[in-house]
Nanobody
Framework: QVQLVESGGGLVQPGGSLRLSCVAS????????MGWYRQAPGKQRELVAV???????NYADSVKGRSTISRDNAKNTVYLQVNSLKPEDTAVYYC???????????????WGQGTLVTVSS
């Protein structure tokens, strides 16, 4: 099994910054993609940012230019830095990994439990 533990959410003032972390553990042979999604109240879950194993990234238009996804391979950790936060960034943020497991070498998609980010004065 693979587990994800997220941290870094909380209450942030508009214009502020935050960094979310997601640590993966368990039977991981390799990580194909690491990403962050978010779901605001009454809305569908949406992609925020994703990083592939080769290092390429994609960002949602809503966060492009003020958000950075990064990873620490040695720690199986993915980070999401978001600057210039806006009230519309308020959401539950979910970590998402697509991995190859060991010893079965099967593809597995895993979600974190979510961390709430509230942007408000």
């Amino acid at each position: 099994q693979v587990q994800l533990v997220e941290s870094g959410g909380g209450l942030v003032q508009p214009g502020g910054s935050l960094r979310l972390s997601c640590v993966a553990s368990g039977s991981i042979f390799s990580i194909l993609t690491m990403g962050w999604y978010r779901q605001a109240p009454g809305k569908q879950r949406e992609l925020v940012a994703v990083m592939r194993s080769g290092g390429s990234t994609n960002y949602a238009d809503s966060v492009k230019g003020r958000s950075t996804i990064s990873r620490d391979n040695a720690k199986n950790t993915v980070y999401l830095q978001v600057n210039s936060l806006k009230p519309e960034d308020t959401a539950v943020y979910y970590c998402n990994l697509v991995v190859i497991t060991t010893p079965s070498y099967k593809r597995l998609e895993v979600w974190g439990q979510g961390t709430l980010v509230t942007v408000s004065s």
